[in-house]
């Protein structure tokens, strides 16, 4: 294989003090973050405020399950086999490459990685739990990318490319989050996908914060996320009856209608629709590990938004310039899970917009990355080389 392979979906394991190690003087003054220890000694729950973080089963990721554990699984349920849960009791002591930025690169060698966009795995399930301080969550998000800045930098050797964490909760904080990670080198930033706290992503309310991104050439992600959030409750209200817990059948009917592919589409669809590509041309924005199967019905809804007699679409102060299918196509790249249609995606939004994201090393990942080109066969060389690094290089270049 002669793919100069560039990932665009690795993790780490964040430390303890993840939140902690630079912590401001109202967190440290309420201690908003605390871990506490179960009374049989046994395992370490992690508090924010009076709210347990229970998303994760064990936060302190030691120990964790093996990679790609669950890959084989997730092809099985793609194709109709019987699902099977049993991978996740294979769990093992916590790997140096999972904190350990040099150890990492090591592991890319073996790889074959010669570079990679590098995601969280606890941060991307809290942001639910601050309600509507906005000073606290936004003290613990910088907190959070000082720890980020020190343990794994920002551009580490031009090889390991950590996305800063941004929320959506205030245009003036976020857009000050923006600029200290730009100022600290920051390539991308990732933000939860869904509605932005009552507004739409693209509500000029947001525009300075959009304005400095393409300014700074910053590739903005959304990620998959857990945890409580403001896109889950309308589902928990409209689909079972509160004060009742939630059952089995709740939560299965949960991740059918309300799961990461339903957030993709609803971002995107406000993006386009609302004109910020219109507004700020040169901005550049990728989906991670949410999937492709939802993305050939929002083409259609899109293209079908504006009436079958009106075919215009007039959106906070501009008129779209193409069809919505077409601007997406323009500005939105896609990391697909491998075990779905990957070169049908390729075909639907042109094979320079398919970034090849393993997800490593997660139970759900794949155990070898360079595997994923397994995915693609049927496509030219180019177009495999393209999807497995070329344009997710192109993407980050300076």
Same mark, same amino acid.
């Given at each position: 294989? =002669?793919?100069?392979?560039?990932?665009?979906?690795?993790? #780490? #394991?964040? *430390? $303890?003090?993840?939140?902690?190690?630079?912590?401001?003087?109202?967190?440290?003054?309420?201690?908003?973050?605390?871990?506490?220890?179960?009374?049989?000694?046994?395992?370490?729950?992690?508090?924010?405020?009076?709210?347990? &973080?229970?998303?994760?089963?064990?936060?302190?990721?030691?120990?964790?399950?093996?990679?790609? &554990?669950?890959?084989?699984?997730?092809?099985?349920?793609?194709?109709?086999? &019987?699902?099977?849960?049993?991978?996740?009791?294979?769990?093992?002591?916590?790997?140096?490459?999972?904190?350990?930025? =040099?150890?990492?690169?090591?592991?890319?060698?073996?790889?074959?990685?010669?570079?990679?966009?590098?995601?969280?795995?606890?941060?991307?399930?809290? $942001?639910?739990?601050?309600?509507?301080?906005?000073?606290?969550?936004?003290?613990?998000?910088?907190?959070?990318?000082?720890?980020?800045?020190?343990?794994?930098?920002?551009?580490?050797?031009?090889?390991?490319? %950590?996305?800063?964490?941004?929320?959506?909760?205030?245009?003036?904080?976020?857009?000050?989050?923006?600029?200290?990670?730009?100022?600290?080198? *920051?390539?991308?930033?990732?933000?939860?996908?869904?509605?932005? #706290?009552?507004?739409?992503?693209?509500?000029? #309310?947001?525009?300075?914060?959009?304005?400095?991104?393409?300014?700074?050439?910053?590739?903005?992600?959304?990620? %998959?996320?857990?945890?409580?959030?403001?896109?889950?409750?309308?589902?928990?209200?409209?689909?079972?009856?509160?004060?009742?817990?939630?059952? @089995?059948?709740?939560?299965?009917?949960?991740? *059918?209608?309300?799961?990461?592919?339903?957030?993709?589409?609803?971002?995107?669809?406000?993006?386009?629709?609302?004109?910020?590509?219109?507004?700020?041309?040169?901005?550049?924005?990728?989906?991670?590990?949410?999937?492709?199967?939802?993305?050939?019905?929002?083409?259609?809804?899109? =293209?079908?938004? @504006?009436?079958?007699?009106?075919? +215009?679409?007039?959106?906070?102060?501009?008129?779209?310039?193409?069809?919505?299918?077409?601007?997406?196509?323009?500005?939105?790249?896609?990391?697909?899970?491998?075990?779905?249609?990957?070169?049908?995606?390729?075909?639907?939004?042109?094979? @320079?917009?398919?970034?090849?994201?393993?997800?490593?090393?997660?139970?759900?990942?794949?155990?070898?990355?360079?595997?994923?080109? +397994?995915?693609?066969?049927?496509?030219?060389?180019? $177009?495999?080389?393209?999807?497995?690094?070329?344009?997710?290089?192109?993407?980050? %270049?300076?």
């Amino acid at each position: 294989m =002669d793919f100069r392979i560039f990932d665009a979906d690795q993790h #780490y #394991y964040e *430390a $303890e003090d993840c939140l902690t190690r630079f912590a401001s003087e109202r967190m440290k003054s309420e201690k908003f973050v605390r871990w506490v220890t179960e009374a049989d000694g046994k395992r370490k729950r992690l508090l924010l405020g009076n709210q347990l &973080v229970n998303v994760i089963g064990n936060p302190t990721f030691n120990p964790i399950a093996l990679p790609g &554990v669950l890959h084989e699984t997730l092809k099985k349920i793609e194709s109709g086999d &019987v699902r099977g849960l049993s991978a996740y009791l294979q769990i093992e002591p916590i790997r140096a490459e999972y904190r350990d930025r =040099d150890v990492r690169l090591k592991v890319m060698d073996e790889q074959q990685v010669e570079q990679t966009l590098l995601f969280p795995t606890l941060a991307v399930t809290i $942001e639910g739990y601050f309600n509507s301080d906005i000073d606290m969550l936004y003290d613990c998000i910088h907190a959070f990318n000082r720890w980020l800045e020190a343990d794994w930098g920002f551009s580490y050797r031009n090889r390991i490319f %950590a996305a800063g964490y941004v929320s959506m909760m205030d245009a003036e904080r976020a857009t000050t989050e923006l600029e200290w990670l730009i100022r600290a080198g *920051a390539r991308l930033i990732t933000i939860r996908p869904g509605p932005a #706290y009552g507004r739409s992503p693209a509500d000029p #309310y947001f525009d300075r914060f959009w304005a400095r991104a393409e300014e700074a050439g910053i590739l903005v992600t959304y990620h %998959a996320f857990d945890g409580p959030s403001q896109e889950t409750e309308p589902f928990r209200k409209n689909w079972r009856a509160p004060p009742h817990a939630m059952r @089995g059948e709740d939560r299965l009917l949960e991740h *059918a209608i309300a799961g990461h592919d339903r957030f993709a589409f609803d971002t995107l669809a406000a993006l386009i629709l609302h004109n910020l590509f219109g507004r700020f041309p040169k901005l550049k924005v990728a989906t991670i590990e949410m999937g492709c199967g939802w993305v050939g019905y929002l083409l259609n809804r899109l =293209d079908h938004a @504006g009436g079958i007699a009106n075919r +215009k679409i007039t959106a906070f102060g501009g008129t779209l310039g193409d069809r919505p299918s077409e601007i997406f196509k323009r500005h939105i790249w896609v990391a697909p899970f491998p075990e779905e249609d990957v070169v049908g995606l390729a075909r639907l939004v042109g094979a @320079g917009h398919v970034l090849m994201g393993s997800d490593w090393p997660h139970a759900e990942s794949v155990p070898q990355p360079k595997d994923f080109a +397994k995915c693609l066969a049927g496509l030219s060389p180019a $177009e495999q080389r393209n999807i497995m690094g070329k344009n997710t290089q192109n993407l980050i %270049a300076a």
